[in-house]
Every structure is written in C-alpha cells, then in structure tokens.
C-alpha cells in the first residue's frame, strides 16, 4: 500500500476508531470510580481485621487476582443469565472491570495506610482525633502521595484491559478496529493505528500521574 492510500485509509478509519477509543475512556473510568469505592470498603475492612467480614473480603481479592479477566467477563455476561441475572453488554463490562480493578486497588490502598508511620496514629490520637478523623486530615492525605504511583498504573493498565470486553460486543477501541478491518482487510496499519491510540491515551495519563505526583509532594514538603 502506497502512502496515499495509507492515509485515506486512516482517514477513513479513524472516527470509528476514535468513537471505540471514547467507550474505551468512558469503560476505564468508570471501572477506576467504581473499583477505586469497593477497593477503599475493602482494604477498610481487611484493615478493621472484623471476623466474618475480613475473610469475606480476602477471599474476593484473591479470587479476583487469581482468575483471568476475561473468565470474570464470560462468568458475568454469559455465566449469570443461566441463573436468572442478566447485564447488558456495557454494563457487564463495567462490573467486571471494577470488580476485578477493585481487588488489586484494595490491596495498594491498604499497603499505603499500612506505610504511615504508627507514630501517625499516635500523635492523632493525643490530639483528641477519632479514627474516622485520623484517617481523614492525617492518615488518609498521606497514605494517597503513597498510593498515587499505584493508581495510576492500574488505570493504565485498565486501558489495555478493556480490549478483552470486546468479546461480549462492546464497542471498545478494539472492536471498532476489528470492524474496520473487517471491510477494509487491512490489519497491519490498523493495528497500528490502534496501539497508538492505546499508547496516546496512556501517555496523556502518566504524564497527569507525574504532576499529580510533583503537587502532592511539594505540598508534603511545605
């Protein structure tokens, strides 16, 4: 293929390409909003060391990290309708994306609330603060500087990740891609293509993870 018909096949591909890339943003935030709320119950429930409720929540993230994203994807979508429960496709997707980021964000959030000081605690509690309080103005700004490297890399990582969801039909980045080369049978340029869509949509993201990184710790220092 010559340039020229290179660039008309681009420019022919790209806006469905680039609808699949906003599904592909809308699937990992979502998953990183709703993950980042279970994650938090979880590693508060691991770290509060309750009886029943702990377990509970050790087995669900070694579950989660144990099977393959893809399995969790086909348990909800086409698993769960045999028992009665049944999802659409974009809503299936976001569930096994948070459950599934939801384990792993638990257990950097519970390792950064574990890297504060024990004196933090200390030093909280003979000012008259209650746990809910510590946690919030002393614990929790600290734990988050520790924890933001973490973060950022599982949302990069959920980018890549939603590739897999193209297999229930959601119309992500790859599966537009698919389509694409599905009319126009060319697969190697429109790869391409898309892996740097997916390396573009990462890199705009490590690029906010270092600011984020360089505000919170000047505002540490000061």
Partial sequence: MD???LTELLRD???LMLKGAAWTLLLAVSAVFFGAILGTLVAMTRLAKLPLLSRFAA?????MRGTPLLVQLFVIYFGLPSIGIQFEPITAGILGLSLNVGA??????RG???GVEHGQWNAAKSLGLTQPQTLRYVIGPQALRLAVPSLSNSLISLIKDTSLVS???????MLATKEVIATTF?????????????????ASFETLQKKLETRLNRSYLR
């Fill in 59 to 63: 087995l669900y993230v070694s579950c």
């Fill in 104 to 109: 792993y964000l638990s257990e950097t959030i």
């Fill in 112 to 114: 950064a609330i574990n």
């Fill in 167 to 173: 297999v229930i039909a959601v119309g992500e980045l």
């Fill in 186 to 202: 060319q697969p190697f340029p429109l790869y391409l293509a898309a892996a740097g869509i997916y390396w573009a949509m990462s």
């Fill in 3 to 5: 340039l020229s018909g």
């Fill in 13 to 15: 591909a790209l806006p």
